[in-house]
């Protein structure tokens, strides 16, 4: 059973466009949505997280919508910039007081200048 | 940026070798997170610790794969007979508690079965 899912699985944008990223979860008892980017040949970072007790979560250029009742989710990047093509992936703490998160199957965003 | 050191970087096996990484987690981190990641990009979970103990692991039922964190040692992550489907990054992380904070990520030993 996939826990988390990802789409589109590639997106293109043109630089100054805003980037829309979605994910949707299973289970509503999950409380912890952290989203990861990974550039090329390096390892996942964080790059920004919600709680189900906000509906949103704003940091910078990058924004996660969240709508608990039909347990999706969405990233927002604003203004998009060619340094911001990478691979995102939306992950859910699915393994309570362990912390185990599980991953989606990321999305490949290019923005083109 | 993240502090958690992995080696070797690259790994090289025939099948049916041993490969053996390592993971020194970020200092003040008690827990420790190993990931396979494929060349799909795909995650697996395979284990976690807390200071030595197991927090929760995959079903390893294959015997194959084996990992520890001993006291004042590096973690490790074993394959005792690799096999070429085992070929991925291998990732480790570690976190100041287990749930719901922020986990860093090291940069991987990637190991390829030949």
């Known amino acids: 059973q996939q826990q988390v899912r990802q789409s589109p699985q590639s997106l293109t944008v043109w630089e100054g466009e805003t980037a829309i990223l979605n994910c949707s979860y299973e289970d509503s008892t999950f409380d912890y949505f952290p989203w990861y980017w990974q550039f090329p040949r390096e390892s996942p970072a964080l790059l920004i997280a919600i709680r189900p007790v906000s509906n949103k979560k704003e940091d910078g250029r990058f924004t996660i919508f969240f709508n608990k009742r039909e347990k999706k989710l969405s990233l927002h990047i604003t203004d998009s910039q060619p340094g911001d093509s990478a691979t995102y992936f939306c992950?859910?703490?699915?393994?309570?007081?362990?912390?185990?998160?599980?991953f989606g199957e990321g999305t490949q965003v290019t923005v083109i200048s | 940026n993240s502090k958690v050191i992995q080696t070797p970087r690259y790994l090289v096996k025939g099948q049916g070798q041993k490969a053996k990484m390592r993971c020194i987690p970020e200092?003040?981190?008690?827990?420790v997170f190993w990931y396979q990641q494929n060349k799909n990009n795909e995650f697996k979970f395979l284990i976690n610790f807390q200071n030595q103990e197991v927090l929760q692991q995959i079903d390893m039922t294959e015997k194959r794969f084996s990992a520890e964190c001993p006291s004042n040692s590096p973690c490790s992550l074993e394959i005792q007979s690799s096999e070429a489907g085992d070929s991925a990054l291998y990732l480790c992380a570690s976190s100041l508690q287990g749930a719901n904070t922020e986990v860093f990520f090291g940069k991987g030993t990637r190991l390829t079965v030949v």
């Open positions: 992950a859910v703490n699915t393994g309570g007081l362990s912390g185990k998160l599980t």
């Open positions: 200092k003040g981190h008690p827990v």
